[in-house]
Every structure is written in structure tokens, then in C-alpha cells.
Nanobody, 124 residues
Framework: QLQAYGGGLVQAGGSLRLSCTSS????????AGWFRQAPGKDRDFAAA????????DYADSVKGRFTISRDNARYTVTLQMNSLKPEDTAVYYCAAGARRARTPPPSQAEYDYWGQGTQVTVSS
């Protein structure tokens, strides 16, 4: 079971830190990803990290602004979001999947476990 938290309201240019924790010890064996769904749009890929933490991937729209990391000892994945823009406004979901894959997949279909979303709102 995954639980995401850390969302909120922030002004453009500000920062937020999202965290996702797992209650299962097998979490450390899975890639973890963050996906987001803006109002009226499909859910899209934002960032992902391999099970070891050695490989990461980002959507072009967040590269250079977002950083994904993980602490397997604490079963936690974090998404640091800087220089936020109004277009980053969305519900953010964490997910786990692709057991022991060398690189974290950007496709939602590869993720088996999903947390509830956390709302991020960026005001202009």
C-alpha cells in the first residue's frame, strides 16, 4: 500500500516536496514513479526512479526543476519540485512496479501499485 502526501498551494516559482511511503517491505524491489493528472486531462508521467535509485527518468516538462529520490531503508520516494509553474497544477500520484527493472519505465501500464493522489496547486 502506498501513501502520497506533501501537496498544497504554492505561488509560481515556489517549491514543494512530495513523499510516498510504503507499508510493504518489498517496495525496495520496485521502480517508483510519480504521475500527475491536471483538470480535464489524462494522467501523465512526471518522474520515475529505479529500484536501486541508480537510474531516473523525467518528463521533458519537468526536467531541471523536479528531482526524484528514494530511501529504501525507510520505504520512501520523494519528489522535490522547484520553480513550480501554474501548469504543474495537478493531482500527483505515486506508483510502484517493474520489479527490479534496470531502468524505470515511464509507462503507467508497468506500475502495479498506486497510492491515492495529493493535490498540488500553483497560483500565478
Amino acid at each position: 500500500q502506498l501513501q502520497a502526501y506533501g501537496g498544497g498551494l504554492v505561488q509560481a516559482g515556489g517549491s514543494l516536496r512530495l513523499s510516498c511511503t510504503s507499508s510493504g517491505h518489498t517496495f525496495r524491489n520496485y521502480a517508483a514513479g510519480w504521475f500527475r493528472q491536471a483538470p480535464g486531462k489524462d494522467r501523465d508521467f512526471a518522474a520515475a526512479i529505479s529500484w536501486t535509485g541508480g537510474s531516473t527518468d523525467y518528463a521533458d516538462s519537468v526536467k531541471g526543476r523536479f528531482t526524484i529520490s528514494r530511501d529504501n531503508a525507510r520505504y520512501t520516494v520523494t519528489l522535490q519540485m522547484n520553480s513550480l509553474k501554474p501548469e504543474d497544477t495537478a493531482v500527483y500520484y505515486c506508483a510502484a512496479g517493474a520489479r527490479r527493472a534496470r531502468t524505470p519505465p515511464p509507462s503507467q501500464a508497468e506500475y502495479d501499485y498506486w497510492g491515492q493522489g495529493t493535490q498540488v496547486t500553483v497560483s500565478s
